[in-house]
């Protein structure tokens, strides 16, 4: 008797969930150049689903809430599991990743949107190459001699090991960039990415030998002055990186190098 109660209540329970949807809202954009419009999706629930999950299912039966046909939504993924950063979008009006955003822990209408401070190339799909370009300009990465197996490294002690290891889960996702009032996608800030990969490099034994490049770079256009301290990237670092500590660090590094560069012998008055 008490087994076919729990079947019942397992079969009750089954057609619950059967009957249960995730809405979502997405605001589209067609291309470049074309304006954002907003989209509804209602979909079957399943248990544990996140919202990559969800476009997916959107992408294999693109009908809309309406019940109309419509194209498949855009966005960008890649590792699924946090470490590549491409599929960064803004969740219920929080910039994170879209592959650990679990729709059970989130509110519905579920509203997704692409970052504001990059491109739209097309849904959800933005161009970061940006942050790509910053990379480069502060010469984020340790210069080696390729042409000849050089061997083991030189030892770094453990606690700038341990400094460097935090600042290296960085994957360019773009969530601090967003969150950064002085970021605009009309001005040339680095954001505090691409400065917490300056102290990344300079603490490397290696990378160090070209620090003053690097510092040089911080100095110029777009560089570690137009920080205005508002901390918001390290309150929205997915990865927990100090951003706000290398901020800090590289504003002594580079204070410092000025007036070595100032008053040292490259600029030696006659
Ligand atoms: S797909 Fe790589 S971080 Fe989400």
């Not at 996702?173 to 680095?190: H, Q, Y």
Request: negative net charge; hydrophobic residues 35%.
């Amino acid at each position: 008797m008490a087994d076919t109660k729990e079947v019942n209540e397992a079969q009750a329970q089954d057609e619950q969930q059967s009957q249960k949807t995730i809405k979502l809202i997405i605001k589209r954009q067609d291309d470049a150049e074309s304006n954002p419009y907003e989209e509804e999706f209602e979909i079957p629930y399943k248990e544990n689903l996140n919202v990559i999950a969800c476009l997916m299912e959107i992408r294999r039966n693109p009908i809309n809430s309406k019940g109309e046909k419509t194209t498949p939504v855009i966005w960008d993924m890649n590792c699924l599991e946090e470490v590549c950063g491409a599929c960064s979008m803004v969740i219920n009006g929080k910039s994170r990743q879209s592959c650990t955003a679990i729709i059970d822990q989130l509110e519905q209408p579920i509203k997704l949107e692409p970052m504001s401070t990059f491109p739209v190339i097309r849904d959800l799909q933005v161009d970061r190459s940006r942050m790509f370009d910053n990379l480069k300009r502060m010469k984020a990465w340790v210069p080696i001699d390729g042409t000849y197996d050089l061997g083991p490294g030189p030892r770094m002690p453990e606690k700038k090991r341990q400094t460097a290891y935090e600042l290296s889960k960085c994957m360019t996702c773009g969530v601090c960039l967003e969150v950064c009032p002085n970021v605009t996608r009309d001005n040339d800030f680095i954001g505090a990415q691409a400065i917490s990969q300056v102290r990344l490099f300079n603490l490397h034994p290696t990378g160090s030998m070209t620090k003053d490049e690097r510092l040089n770079a911080l100095m110029g256009v777009g560089g570690l002055q137009e920080c205005g301290n508002s901390q918001n990237c390290v309150n929205a670092c997915p990865k927990g990186i100090p951003l706000t500590t290398s901020i800090a660090a590289l504003n002594r590094e580079t204070s410092f190098h000025m007036f070595k560069s100032f008053f040292g012998s490259d600029h030696q008055v006659n």
